[in-house]
């Protein structure tokens, strides 16, 4: 069993940054592939970014590339997702997952998920 537990949401100003973390309660972190998905007001859940086991290979949404950045600390047991530049299009709860599969977009392929972090973004 995988718990983990989001934080660093907030209210902040278009142009401002965010850190958030994922704190993951499981025996061997390693094992799992991390990744960052978001669900703004009215729409679906979507991807964000992923990371390998080990945090060499990443991935991110188009919509998010050379803004967010994705790491890992496995001694930590945490994901973090760096978001400069924020917009207001970025407006979302955002959710960490958990898989044992490869880098994957798709929220079926991540088998937990934490409570979600609410960003707001302002104009």
């Known amino acids: 069993q995988v718990q983990l537990v989001e934080s660093g949401g907030g209210l902040v100003q278009s142009g401002d940054s965010l850190d958030l973390s994922c704190a993951a309660s499981?025996?061997?972190?390693?094992?799992?592939?991390m990744g960052w998905f978001r669900q703004a007001p009215g729409k679906e859940r979507e991807f964000v970014a992923a990371i390998s086991w080990g945090g060499g290979r990443t991935d991110y949404a188009e919509s998010v590339k050379g803004r967010f950045t994705i790491s890992r600390d496995n001694t930590k047991k945490t994901v973090h997702l760096q978001m400069n530049s924020l917009q207001p299009e970025d407006t979302a709860v955002y959710y960490c997952?958990?898989?044992?599969?490869?880098?994957?977009?798709?929220?079926?392929?991540?088998?937990?998920w934490g409570q979600g972090t609410r960003v707001t973004v302002s104009s």
């Open positions: 499981v025996r061997t972190f390693s094992n799992y592939v």
């Open positions: 997952a958990a898989g044992i599969r490869s880098l994957a977009r798709r929220e079926s392929e991540y088998d937990y």
